[in-house]
């Protein structure tokens, strides 16, 4: 496994739109590659197995549509994910982007959830994270619903 010491964003599509800044709401697009060892209810039947690599994405699928997220807001340990809530190397990165903006993210655990994972009902995406397990996403900024007013 690859130990990333900060966060690494590569820009895909450079946006052309206002940059949000804590607090703003904003929605966003991703596909996330959460590897192995996730718990999930993905059974290949031709296989008569569970499928152990997980790739989530808002793009397509029953779920399908940009999710909301607040900059700067995380899930409090212990504490069940609320819509909105993000992690802090996702905060870091939306702060930096455009409206319009797609870029590739490489999350370290630090800044996602850390070396007690998350569970299922812990984090933006609805699947257990794994301890210590770096993040590996594409983020597209769709919009941001409302400027932070304490500008």
Do not use: Q, R, W
């Given at each position: 496994m690859t130990t990333l010491e900060e966060l690494k964003i590569e820009t895909i599509v450079e946006g052309?739109?206002?940059?949000?800044?804590?607090?703003?709401?904003?929605?966003?697009?991703y596909v996330l590659n959460l590897g192995t060892g996730t718990s999930s209810s993905?059974?290949?039947y031709d296989k008569h197995c569970y499928v152990d690599v997980l790739e989530d994405s808002t793009y397509d699928g029953p779920?399908?549509?940009?999710?909301?997220?607040?900059?700067?807001t995380e899930t409090k340990k212990?504490?069940?994910y609320s819509e909105g809530d993000s992690i802090e190397g996702l905060s870091q990165a939306l702060i930096q982007m455009k409206v319009g903006s797609k870029c590739r993210l490489l999350i370290p655990s630090n800044l996602a959830?850390?070396?007690?994972?998350?569970?299922?009902?812990h984090t933006f995406h609805g699947y257990r994270t794994p301890p210590n397990r770096?993040?590996?996403?594409?983020?597209?900024l769709i919009?941001?619903?409302?400027?932070?007013?304490?500008?």
């Open positions: 052309t739109g206002d940059i949000p800044v804590d607090g703003d709401n904003v929605l966003i697009h993905n059974y290949d779920l399908a549509g940009p999710i909301p997220i607040t900059v700067g212990d504490k069940l959830y850390g070396k007690e994972g998350g569970s299922s009902f770096n993040l590996d996403m594409v983020v597209e919009e941001i619903l409302k400027k932070d007013t304490n500008e």
